[in-house]
């Protein structure tokens, strides 16, 4: 069973910065999509930034500009670069690993970021 391991979350003052990094716990072949989601209190879960194998990139409108992602698909790591962090940005962030020819999906046990003002 592959488990991610999500490290990096943690407290911030608005304006500030912190990155997210995600890891499998063993090796795993064929990932397509690696990508990070956030969920909020009494909020859906919704895309933060996902990148495919070719280096494609797709960010949520609220942090296009001030969030970046990035992977390693050889170590199976994918981090999440927070820039200009506000006070809604304040969320469980989950770490999502996706195999292709929907062989596998990921999830990782969800790390707690919080932004204040």
């Known amino acids: 069973q592959v488990q991610l391991v999500e490290s990096g979350g943690g407290l911030v003052q608005a304006g500030g910065s912190l990155r997210l990094n995600c890891t499998t716990s063993r090796i795993i072949f064929g990932i397509d999509v690696m990508g990070w989601y956030r969920q909020a209190p009494g909020k859906q879960r919704e895309l933060v930034a996902t990148i495919s194998s070719n280096g494609w990139t797709n960010y949520g409108d609220s942090v296009k500009g001030r969030f970046t992602i990035s992977r390693d698909g050889a170590k199976n790591t994918v981090w999440l670069q927070m820039n200009s962090l506000k006070p809604e940005d304040t969320a469980v962030y989950y770490c999502?690993?996706?195999?292709?020819?929907?062989?596998?999906?990921?999830w990782g046990q969800g790390t707690q970021v919080t932004v204040s003002s």
């Open positions: 999502n690993i996706k195999k292709t020819l929907a062989a596998g999906d990921y």
